[in-house]
């Protein structure tokens, strides 16, 4: 902005100017007013000496010729058009390797600004450098960064990938929509993944992706999207799995720069990028396309998610299109769902319980497998449930237990309503997480119940909880066992049932429970072809490994991989090709660490599930992993159910969300 005195910068410096009004004390104390100093002009601004400059500058500032998205340089970096809407300055965008998406304005009354000009080719025929090869790639190459006409779809080689007729749809969708923004949610295992890379490829043709972010689940997700956008698209893409890759990009950058406006095109984890300071970063710089795999996670469900919610948020707000990916949108709950659609359009919802189809047909693109074609006239091999009822393999301690259980669970239940009615909703929220979180451990293993009913115990009497109980994040495990000590409705202390519990359950030997003696039979069945092999889910990790020492105890020592979220990164890829090659690795024994990212359907079709998920989209995502596109045999669920348990009205709510989903 030019300065207070009545004087005119032009490209040889100041330059007074006497018929320039001088600004007065009352103009100073209101800068930003129509009469601040920095807006007073010469009345002979178009002839006077002091002020004019070149004609060619002249021009410009009274046109303003430039153009959004045009390539210029500025203060000798490349930078693009971003805004030209105002008289006095226009905004650019930094694509430079210095300046990568930073943002400044410019008045251009006051600096210079050149237009970039793209480098000539001159070949003529016969010289000795002419390549007639080369001159096809580079024609062909020019072709390509062409805009086509709305409607025309176009790639470098669709013979990179094979591609079913469904997949085109959300690319057909992105060219109707003014922004691109989309929830794709095809059921698990229709290629997601390539939908989105066909929509970042076009985006690509039309220069409007230059700045690629896509937040994914934790390791090896981040690697898998890599290999598959470089394989199929040859896009180019930088990791970001935790701290260490970012340690190591940081110590690439200048101290002053972001470094999410430094680099271009980013696969991250969700998990890492939802850190309070790597949110602020991400706040400040802006993306072409956004994608977001899984974003069922993103949804707002309560604390548990509302880092990763406020995640999704910032990247939302700075980027044009954006891409949610989920094969399970909607857990049968209408706020989680409209979460999910007002990343795409703030004002796309109204009241989550009442969608506007009109408003929201737009935003989604879901086929279902149910419902495919496929280009040879093909569809989708149908799914083939069987709920094993376990109740005859049961014992007598087992339903005593149960009993006991289903008593001292339903007094938690009172006491939470007690607390509610007070007023105290937190604590009454506590201890109705404790009273669910035990029915959940039973139905898993009469072993898994026992080890949080001794650590429920440790916490009544006094004594620190273990550093971990087991189960993944998403179960909140401390949280339950750490409730308050209760004084229970029927008068007895909390203790003596805990007590009582714990020698019921102390009295059950290791694997002799019904539904794990159930389990062998179901396995002695099912791998009696030598060619056959069997994915096993279960919900705790204390469950997987008390299953772990029965199959070794049953001779099957060798012939199974365990994963969970405790495996190592660099190990998962491989336990996953174990099972996938090694024809002696009979059972994938897994806890829902491996529900998201595993492909096993080439050398799988039977998927058993030892407790029913309560929640619907679990299910529908351990399915996925033998349900999915390249499945040649009709797949095989398995659920192992006692009829007469608490288990049982589980199976029956999950079954109503799945119909309202």
Request: glycine residues 6%; charged residues 30%; proline residues 7%.
């Amino acid at each position: 902005m030019p300065p207070d005195n009545p004087t005119f910068w032009n490209a040889s410096g100041p330059v007074p100017c006497p018929l320039r009004p001088a600004p007065t004390a009352d103009m100073r104390r209101r800068p930003h007013s129509s009469i601040a100093p920095g807006n007073l002009r010469c009345p002979e601004e178009a002839t006077c000496p002091s002020c004019s400059r070149t004609p060619e500058r002249l021009r410009v500032r009274s046109t303003m010729p430039f153009e959004v998205g045009e390539r210029v340089i500025f203060r000798s970096l490349p930078w693009e058009v971003a805004d030209v809407s105002s008289a006095t300055h226009i905004e650019l965008f930094g694509r430079g390797r210095e300046n990568q998406g930073m943002r400044v304005r410019v008045v251009p009354d006051l600096e210079t600004i050149e237009r970039a000009q793209s480098p000539s080719l001159q070949w003529t025929l016969g010289d000795p450098g002419w390549d007639p090869l080369l001159w096809k790639a580079l024609h062909d190459a020019f072709r390509l960064t062409l805009s086509h006409a709305r409607g025309h779809l176009g790639a470098v080689d669709w013979g990179r990938l094979v591609l079913e007729p469904y997949q085109l749809v959300p690319l057909r969708r992105i060219e109707n929509l003014p922004f691109p923004r989309l929830l794709l949610a095809d059921d698990t295992g229709l290629g997601k993944t390539a939908e989105a890379g066909l929509i970042l490829f076009r985006l690509l043709q039309r220069r409007r992706a230059d700045r690629i972010l896509i937040l994914c689940r934790a390791r090896p997700e981040p690697e898998r999207w890599q290999a598959e956008l470089r394989e199929k698209f040859g896009i180019e893409t930088i990791v970001i799995n935790d701290g260490q890759d970012y340690a190591r990009l940081r110590r690439q950058v200048p101290s002053h720069l972001n470094l999410f406006g430094y680099l271009p095109r980013l696969v991250m984890s969700m998990h890492f990028a939802a850190q309070r300071h790597i949110v602020d970063d991400l706040r400040r710089v802006r993306w072409d396309v956004a994608v977001i795999d899984e974003a069922h996670h993103v949804a707002e469900r309560g604390s548990a998610t509302k880092a990763l919610t406020e995640l999704a948020r910032v990247v939302a707000a700075s980027t044009e299109a954006l891409l949610l990916l989920t094969g399970t949108p909607h857990d049968g709950k209408g706020e989680s769902f409209a979460s999910l659609l007002r990343l795409l359009d703030p004002y796309a919802v109204v009241d989550p319980d009442r969608l506007d189809p009109a408003i929201v047909r737009p935003l989604i693109v879901r086929c279902r497998k149910t419902h495919v074609v496929k280009a040879d006239g093909s569809r989708f091999l149908r799914r083939k449930i069987t709920v094993l009822d376990v109740e005859r393999y049961r014992t007598p301690a087992e339903r005593r237990l149960e009993r006991e259980l289903r008593r001292y669970t339903g007094s938690l239940r009172l006491r939470a309503d007690e607390l509610e009615k007070l007023g105290r909703r937190s604590e009454a929220m506590g201890v109705a997480f404790l009273e669910t979180f035990l029915r959940k451990r039973l139905a898993s293993s009469v072993y898994a119940c026992t080890v949080s009913l001794r650590n429920r115990l440790e916490r009544v009497q006094g004594r620190p909880l273990p550093p971990e109980d087991e189960t993944t994040p998403e179960d909140q495990t401390r949280q339950a066992l750490d409730v308050q000590p209760l004084t229970l409705p029927d008068g007895r202390t909390e203790k003596e049932v805990l007590e009582q519990l714990v020698a019921l359950a102390e009295r059950i030997p290791e694997g002799s429970e019904g539904k794990v003696r159930a389990l062998l039979d179901l396995l002695t069945r099912l791998l009696d072809d030598p060619q056959e092999k069997v994915v096993i889910f279960t919900e705790f990790v204390d469950t997987l490994e008390v299953l772990a020492r029965v199959l070794d105890r049953e001779g099957w020592q060798g012939r199974y991989v365990t994963y969970h979220g405790a495996t190592p990164p660099q190990e998962r890829e491989t336990l996953r090709c174990r099972f996938l090659e090694d024809p002696q690795v009979r059972i994938f024994l897994a806890t829902d660490a491996a529900s998201e990212g595993i492909n096993l359907q080439k050398a799988c079709k039977r998927l058993i599930h030892l407790e029913i998920p309560w929640n619907p989209n679990r299910y529908e995502q351990r399915n996925g992993r033998i349900d999915r596109y390249g499945q040649t045999r009709p797949p095989e669920i398995y659920l192992l159910v006692a009829t007469r348990s608490l288990e049982q009205r589980v199976a029956q709510i999950v079954v109503e969300k799945l119909e309202r989903i």
